[in-house]
């Protein structure tokens, strides 16, 4: 009965390769986000969605994707993985529009290693 | 461009003794704060926020203290419990639409 839940826990793969992340919520929240924890532990946001719809694309390559198919569920795929890529990727949900006040509730992340 | 600075990475403290995490901002604009508690291989948890219009908020043992001259802000903790032992994250905002700038994060350790 996890409330934000994201697999996989822990991805290694080649760079080149494609690869995708997966976050459901079951909280009914209406705003889900995905967080990059670098190596320098700082915990920056790359997108959110509110119902479904683009809220913050923050600078980030257009190798990363993100899918939101429904309101519980925003997936991230990366294309052509690079060594930079390897980090803690957090997803998160919270129950209003997506402003900067509302609580976030973060999955466990998942820790991407490109070698 | 670090925005908030949380520049001790680790403190250790005794069980039963005050915690005292600080935290440094250099956007005078920010307006809204907010500390986060991670467990290993656990995501961030929501602790407790304060508006830039108080000095002060308490919840329980935790308690945010805001000097916005100073632009300094700090998380006390009374009395540490070995569960604080954790990695406390400051965050803040720039009104009500902006996202969040999160610190590095201070390793908490409470020492038995």
């Known amino acids: 009965d996890t409330a934000v839940s994201q697999t996989p826990k822990y991805l290694v793969t080649q760079m080149g390769n494609d690869k995708s992340i997966k976050c459901e919520q079951n909280l009914g929240h209406d705003t889900m986000y995905w967080y990059k924890q670098d190596s320098k532990k700082f915990l920056k946001i790359m997108f959110s969605?509110?119902?479904?719809?683009?809220?913050i694309n923050e600078t980030v390559p257009n190798r990363f994707s993100p899918k939101s198919p429904d309101k519980a569920h925003l997936n991230l795929h990366i294309n052509s993985l690079e060594l930079g890529d390897s980090a803690v990727y957090f997803c998160?949900?919270?129950?209003?529009?997506?402003?900067?006040?509302?609580?976030?509730?973060f999955g466990s992340g998942t820790q991407l290693s490109v070698l | 461009d670090q925005q908030v600075k949380q520049n001790s990475p680790s403190l250790s403290v005794q069980e039963g003794r005050i915690s005292i995490l600080n935290c440094d901002y250099t956007n005078s604009m920010f307006d809204y704060f907010l500390w986060y508690k991670k467990y290993p291989a656990e995501g961030p948890t929501f602790l407790i926020s304060i508006s830039s219009i108080k000095d002060k908020n308490e919840d329980g043992r935790f308690t945010v203290f805001l000097n916005k001259s100073a632009k300094h802000l700090s998380l006390h903790i009374v009395p540490s419990q070995p569960g604080d032992s954790a990695v406390y994250f400051c965050?803040?905002?720039?009104?009500?639409?902006?996202?969040?700038?999160f610190g590095k994060g201070t390793r908490l350790h409470i020492l038995p």
């Open positions: 998160a949900s919270s129950q209003g529009t997506g402003t900067a006040h509302e609580k976030l509730f």
């Open positions: 969605y509110n119902n479904k719809e683009l809220i």
């Open positions: 965050a803040a905002s720039v009104g009500f639409e902006d996202k969040i700038i």
